[in-house]
């Protein structure tokens, strides 16, 4: 029997370049599983899944024992096992983290990562694309998040996941910044600034217990009460609140605070903030978001319903935002509509 042992490095431990990334490798972006040499114990897509992966014990399918990601038979041959990946947005990769939690004595040695940047998504297609090595020959471990930064300022759409000789992955992110969602030519296009398909991201938060921010920019609306950010129970006087950062500095004419399947624990009121920031780092803006002028006033919330707002606050361009809600509880999604700064 397999034993899962302690991760070696924990996914929260992100550097600074993957804090401030988008992971494009996202399945609820876009991201694609389109070829695999080997899936015989575990399928590709698998290690696409944006929730962190877990181990079942006794838990067997007609293969053998399930893995949550991509897993390969032992190779008899020479050679090595490969994969294609489809990221959900084109981009510039800042790096990956290949994680092989949970694979222990079935982890894959070694990895490398090509790229390219291709309009078809056809494997024969892609097999004759040009590919740029920008992950070399890297060495893995078991049960162990690897943090790899990569240097490549050009933009690419696919990925060529390369495993040596095979093995298991459980999770791959590819962090980078998407390139190409706004559309200079349609300067009064509306646009939901803050989407994580734009390339928004969840900066800081107070409290997550029950449910992750980044959970309010995914795309469409939350599935059940876990799929949308949710704090414990406040005991203490104050209010809970998360800062996001616009996929690209924009003028918000319009808000949606949507509180699906939350009905007994939806917060009783929200605030928002914004402001244009020029530096600094993720915790220096903490800081400085108490300070920042009010983009909406205080809203009374309720259950399982979408509230949108308009007659916002005439701040200008902003780069970021922070949602208040009062005292704590549960949103599902967050939507600031509005047009790009140019």
């Known amino acids: 029997m397999i034993h899962a042992a302690p991760i070696v490095s924990a996914a929260a431990d992100l550097p600074d370049w993957a804090k401030r990334s988008v992971n494009l490798a996202d399945t609820r972006i876009g991201a694609r599983a389109l070829f695999a040499t080997d899936e015989f114990f575990a399928p590709l897509e698998r290690m696409l899944n944006p929730e962190p992966a877990v181990f079942v014990p006794g838990k067997y399918d007609t293969n053998g024992k399930w893995m949550d990601g ?6 008899r041959t ?6 294609l990946i489809k990221l959900g947005r084109r981009g510039i990769l800042r790096g990956f983290d290949v994680d092989t939690s949970h ?3 079935n982890f894959a040695p070694a990895v490398s990562i090509d790229a390219t940047d291709c309009e078809s998504d056809d494997p024969e297609v892609l097999a004759k694309a040009r590919w740029t090595r920008i992950l070399p020959s890297t060495t893995l471990t078991g049960n162990s998040h690897h943090l790899l930064a990569v240097d490549s300022a050009d933009t690419w759409s696919h990925l060529r996941i390369n495993m040596y000789p095979d093995g298991g992955i459980a999770r791959l992110r590819a962090y ?11 300067p009064d296009r509306i646009y939901d600034l803050v989407a994580l398909e734009n390339g928004g991201r969840a900066v800081a938060w107070n409290d997550a217990h029950f449910g992750s921010a980044s959970n309010l920019i995914a795309p469409g609306r939350g599935v059940d009460m876990g799929d949308g950010w949710e704090t414990r129970r406040r005991r203490e006087p104050g209010n809970d609140w998360c800062i996001l ?14 509180t699906a399947h939350f009905k007994g624990n939806f917060p009783d009121r929200c605030s928002i903030q914004a402001a244009r920031m020029d530096g600094g780092t993720d915790q220096s803006v903490i800081t ?3 300070f920042w002028p009010v983009l909406l006033g205080e809203q009374k919330l309720s259950m399982d319903a979408i509230h949108s707002f308009d007659g916002l606050a005439d701040l200008g361009p902003v780069t970021h935002v922070r949602l208040n809600i009062i005292p704590d509880g549960g949103v599902s999604r967050l939507r600031l509509w509005g047009k790009v700064a140019r």
């Open 288 to 290: 400085q978001s108490m």
């Open 103 to 105: 694979f222990t004595g």
């Open 176 to 186: 980078g910044q998407p390139v190409g969602v706004f559309d200079a030519s349609e």
């Open 78 to 83: 020479t050679g090595y096992d490969w994969s």
């Open 70 to 75: 991509w897993e390969t038979r032992r190779k």
């Open 245 to 258: 950062q616009l996929g690209a500095p924009g003028i918000i004419e319009r808000v949606e605070v949507d």
